[in-house]
């Protein structure tokens, strides 16, 4: 098997901003599948932080562990869109610091 022209790109985000991120994301040229676009796959999840000295956070207090029902969004990106769409989770997420994992995937 060689490596796809195409990447799975997740990251988490508060319900509250889950359709922004996505259509953002979308936009930007993620979830493209065929003749369909804005494609995403979305989960509930509970994320977990504790913000440190200096951290300016948009949920929580510094030195004080918090718990976010937050929605995983993943999808299906061209690795030429990934700069893109990066920027577009960047500047719709409401979080100082933005979880975005990027996976390679393979042709089957």
Excluded: W
């Excluded at 207090?61 to 960047?90: F, H, M, N, P």
Aim: with cysteine; net charge negative; hydrophobic share 35%.
């Amino acid at each position: 098997m060689k490596e796809s022209k195409f990447i799975k790109i997740v990251t988490f985000v508060p319900e509250s901003h889950a359709d922004a991120v996505r259509q953002a994301m979308g936009d930007a040229g993620a979830g493209v599948i065929g003749k369909y676009t804005h494609c995403f796959s979305s989960s509930k999840s509970i994320g977990s932080f504790m913000p440190g000295s200096g951290a300016n956070p948009t949920i929580g207090e510094v030195g004080r562990r918090e718990e976010v029902e937050e929605i995983r969004i993943e999808t299906l990106c061209d690795k030429k869109k990934v700069s893109a769409v990066k920027d577009a989770i960047l500047k719709s997420h409401p979080y100082e610091e933005v979880s975005i994992d990027i996976y390679p995937m393979l042709e089957t």
